[in-house]
């Protein structure tokens, strides 16, 4: 160590060194999304929440996906802010990124298209009809949010954009 440069050094993350905050994270496109996701998927778990949910079987599955995918979009908005992509980087991390937004986006999907189903347009007068068809807009938006993710991480696991050979070359001393 005594012979590497002072920036190799800071710029290195061992797995003894503590995790330092990215504050341009949130700022660029894959925080700016994950924020959105975030959002969105409180939005859609608190609506569903707000409702007689434990009366319909379908809304279940909702609550179950958007509540399963906000805590894990948490945890990997924290990995990237906190920078522990780079401590831990034998982990594959455009690749993991890529297949959690893509399994995301299928499951979302699915509850989208179970939670527009399961809004009876003939309920209008119970009280969480508007909870439940605002819950099935904003999984339809969290559903294109995490297809959007899944492009731009698929294109970052290709190194699509960017010159891959500097995309391969790291300093982990």
Do not use: E
Request: hydrophobic share 55%; charged share 5%; net charge positive.
């Amino acid at each position: 160590m005594a012979g590497l440069p002072s920036a190799s050094r800071a710029r290195s993350a061992s797995p003894g060194s503590p995790a330092a905050l990215d504050g341009s994270f949130p700022l660029s496109p894959l925080g700016g999304l994950m924020g959105a996701q975030a959002v969105l998927g409180l939005l859609v778990w608190s609506l569903i929440a707000a409702t007689t949910y434990h009366l319909h079987a379908a809304y279940g599955w909702v609550m179950f996906v958007s509540l399963f995918f906000w805590i894990l979009t948490l945890l990997f908005f924290m990995v990237y802010l906190l920078q522990l992509h780079q401590k831990y980087y034998m982990i594959p991390w455009p690749l993991v990124l890529m297949i959690y937004n893509a399994v995301a986006t299928v499951l979302y999907i699915t509850a989208f298209v179970t939670c527009a189903a399961a809004v009876q347009p003939t309920s209008w007068r119970q009280w969480d009809y508007n909870r439940r068809a605002a819950a099935s807009f904003f999984a339809c938006v969290t559903m294109i949010t995490y297809g959007v993710s899944t492009f731009f991480s698929f294109r970052a696991w290709k190194g699509l954009g960017s010159n891959a050979a500097t995309n391969q070359v790291s300093d982990h001393a």
